[in-house]
């Protein structure tokens, strides 16, 4: 083999090895709603048409949801995926930008076109967004 020929072998081969190990998913929301957790029942809120980018980094461990305040989500453990008859849910155990901890969970709704939506949820408050992927 010449010289030429295995320079271009390592350059695909690092090249690929480098893409395959994380991963970074792009989403957009287009509503969103907030359920208040009170001793007296819980609420939803109405929807809240909302177009903002969200991301999953595997590589840096983090979920961010761009809002007007950004919302960054470090992923502490990344939970084993979940699937029954009607959906497909892949959970993280995260702290917030202020320490918080939340479970932040991405669904897939079989049965619903396979619509997706992000969960964050807290002990005392759950904030749903309906995402769709870019």
């Known amino acids: 083999m010449t010289k030429t020929k295995i320079y ?9 090895l480098h893409t395959s190990y994380g991963q970074s998913y ?3 929301t287009s509503g969103f ?16 048409l909302v177009n903002l ?5 595997t590589d ?3 979920i961010v949801v761009y809002s007007q305040i950004i919302q960054l989500f470090e ?24 320490g918080v901890d939340c ?7 079989k049965k619903q076109n396979n619509r997706k939506q992000l969960y964050i949820n807290y002990d005392n408050r759950i904030i749903v967004y309906n ?4």
Do not use: A, H
């Open 33 to 48: 709603s907030v359920l208040e957790k009170k001793e007296k029942g819980d609420k939803w809120s109405d929807l809240q």
């Open 103 to 109: 479970t932040v969970s991405i669904i897939t709704r």
């Open 26 to 28: 792009t989403f957009k």
């Open 131 to 134: 995402i769709f992927n870019m």
């Open 8 to 16: 271009k072998i390592l350059f695909f081969l690092v090249i690929g």
């Open 60 to 62: 840096k461990n983090r």
């Open 75 to 98: 992923i502490i453990e990344y939970q084993p995926t979940e699937e029954n008859e009607t959906d497909i849910v892949y959970s993280f155990t995260c702290k917030d930008n202020e």
């Open 53 to 57: 980018r969200v991301t999953l980094d």
